[in-house]
């Protein structure tokens, strides 16, 4: 076994000059070694043309190439914006997706006393909100389900046409295209129509009222009122009354300040016409109160009135 | 081989360093299986740039073997069974006298030689050529053909075996 294995090897190992003496002589004996010898010779004398010039600058260029592309940040890639528009879509699509799965979501929109917020459906009506109030709406389904829950302030400015309806705890209000204002707050409601036609609903109570007319309804006494609705502007820089008893008036600085009055043998049914401030609650305060004979002190949130 | 620090083969230096060392041997290694020299050089290219694109994974000292894995690889690829035509540069007869029928026998000798050079089987071909063109040592051979130092002697003792069986006829013995 080891002979066949070092037979196999035996030129081999005649190259590297590790035969043994007795192997080598029996190769001399055959003249092997001087046929190995002469094509050792011979093809050591050979060789094989240097490798062309430019061979290693086209090695550079091509990786030059390759890099530009490689460095491209994976966020410049084309491929990159496909890839990230179709998570995104995605994302809205399954967020969609749950909206319709679940219960209606209400979006709820808050606003703070003192402060205003308009906002605009994709219907294109408008919502104008007014001191401490919010509205609640269907923000998926709007365009099927026009209703909206609101406490507070809110004029509403409905310019499509089809079925629109505010909810407020213990009424609502249905219209057809049109432009009212909705007060409610502590069982206090007030609904003034400034255009088109509008159907309120407080208890078990409906009335239809036309531009120029109100309904407000105290501790659940409803009553329709009257007004200018040129004068009457609707939440503006100055909030106008005419002929607005004086509970009317309170409810709404309390929702716009969010402000609770104390009075003490004040008489809360008296009429009262003229504007007050939306800006500045002690300006408000006065404008309303001093015209009406009624002293107030106000501590914090808390105003306490009092016959001069 | 390397004194460098960092022994990754993306430092262009420790790049160009490997082409230095391993791009001729490469080429005609390449040319042994191919006998096309052009293709050859193209084939130590693709092999280079494939080197250079997985550079992070492969260190200085594996860059040898890689390329040459890489550029049998590429062969495979191309041309399997292709019957090849090695042709070497042949020195020049210098200084002696020249005798014509010396010359002749010589030339022959060196034709003959060439040509049962190219019919050899593939291994043994690379083996023998690779010992004697570019100076390899077996555990080189071995260690870029990935097969044992045994094997390669094995190869290049039939190499040898072969060669001397086709040239035996010749009248060598003259020149």
Redesign the interface.
């Known amino acids: 076994m080891q002979n066949e294995e070092n037979e196999?090897?035996?030129?081999?190992?005649w190259?590297?000059k590790e035969l043994s003496d007795q192997e080598y002589a029996e190769l001399q004996k055959k003249g092997?070694d001087?046929?190995?010898s002469?094509?050792?010779e011979?093809?050591?004398?050979?060789?094989?043309?240097?490798?062309?010039e430019n061979?290693?600058q086209?090695?550079d260029r091509?990786?030059a190439t390759?890099q530009k592309k490689k460095i491209i940040p994976f966020y410049k890639q084309t491929w990159f914006y496909a890839a990230a528009s179709v998570v995104v879509l995605l994302g809205i699509f399954f967020l969609i997706k749950e909206d319709e799965k679940n219960e209606p979501k209400l979006a709820r929109i808050e606003c703070l006393p003192g402060s205003t917020k308009t906002i605009t459906l994709a219907d294109n009506t408008v919502m104008i909100m007014n001191g401490q109030s919010y509205v609640e709406y269907d923000s998926v389904s709007w365009s099927t389900n026009r209703q909206v829950n609101m406490e507070g302030n809110v004029y509403f400015d409905v310019r499509t046409k089809g079925a629109f309806t505010v909810n407020y705890n213990d009424g609502k209000v249905s219209v057809l295209g049109t432009k009212f204002n909705v007060q409610h707050k502590n069982r206090f409601t007030s609904v003034k129509c400034f255009e088109g036609k509008v159907q309120v609903e407080l208890g078990k109570l409906s009335f239809a009222i036309n531009p120029g007319e109100g309904v407000r309804s105290s501790k659940g006494i409803p009553s329709k009122f009257k007004f200018n609705p040129v004068n009457v502007k609707p939440l503006s820089a100055l909030t106008t009354f005419e002929n607005s008893p004086l509970e009317e008036v309170c409810n709404a600085l309390s929702i716009h300040y969010g402000l609770e009055f104390k009075g003490n043998g004040v008489d809360f049914s008296r009429n009262f016409t003229g504007i007050y401030k939306n800006t500045s609650v002690d300006t408000a305060l006065m404008m309303v109160f001093e015209p009406m004979g009624i002293s107030y002190t106000r501590k914090g949130t808390t105003v306490f009135l009092e016959n001069k | 081989m390397s004194l460098h620090g960092n022994d990754s083969v993306c430092e262009e230096n420790n790049f160009n360093v490997v082409y230095k060392n391993n791009a001729r041997p490469l080429r005609n290694f390449v040319y042994y299986r191919c006998g096309d020299i052009e293709k050859a050089e193209d084939i130590v290219q693709e092999s280079m740039i494939s080197l250079w694109e997985n550079c992070i994974k492969i260190t200085f000292q594996k860059a040898k073997s890689f390329l040459y894995t890489c550029a049998r690889n590429i062969i495979i690829d191309n041309s399997r069974h292709e019957k090849v035509k090695l042709e070497f540069i042949k020195q020049l007869n210098t200084g002696f006298a020249e005798d014509p029928s010396y010359t002749l026998i010589k030339n022959e000798f060196e034709k003959k030689l060439e040509d049962a050079i190219s019919l050899l089987p593939e291994n043994q071909r690379e083996t023998f050529l690779m010992n004697r063109i570019d100076k390899m040592t077996f555990p080189e051979i071995a260690d870029v053909l990935g097969v044992s130092v045994k094997a390669v002697e094995k190869r290049m003792h039939l190499a040898l075996s072969t060669l001397k069986e086709k040239v035996a006829e010749l009248n060598y013995i003259k020149i």
């Open positions: 196999n090897t035996l030129y081999a190992r190259l590297n092997d001087k046929v190995l002469k094509i050792i011979t093809v050591d004398a050979w060789s094989l043309p240097s490798i062309s061979h290693k086209e090695i091509r990786i390759k």
